[in-house]
């Protein structure tokens, strides 16, 4: 089970990385409120990948903290996209 965790989460920290740095781009470019929203969600999931590697090679993070760190990056991560919906 550790073995899948580690490659969804290393999966997670590829794609949100790039994904990051394209919206970034893209965010200086047209300078869109919208994109850099959406820029902030794709660094938030970067770092909740980051912190569910970390979680499993170090005790910085126990595993039961894991979940109410997770909870709290999932739900600034259904704000910030809420704010960018609603952007004109």
Known sequence: MMLANL???GIIIVFSLGLAV?????YKKYRNQKLL?????????LVKGLFSV???FTDI???YDMFNYSGII??????LLYLATLKR
Do not use: C, Q, T, Y
Request: aromatic share 10%; hydrophobic share 70%.
């Open 7 to 9: 490659i969804i989460s």
């Open 22 to 26: 394209i919206s970034i781009l893209s």
């Open 37 to 45: 929203f959406v820029s902030i969600v794709f660094i938030l999931f």
């Open 54 to 56: 970390l979680s499993v």
């Open 61 to 63: 993070i126990p595993e």
């Open 74 to 79: 999932d739900l600034a991560v259904l704000v």
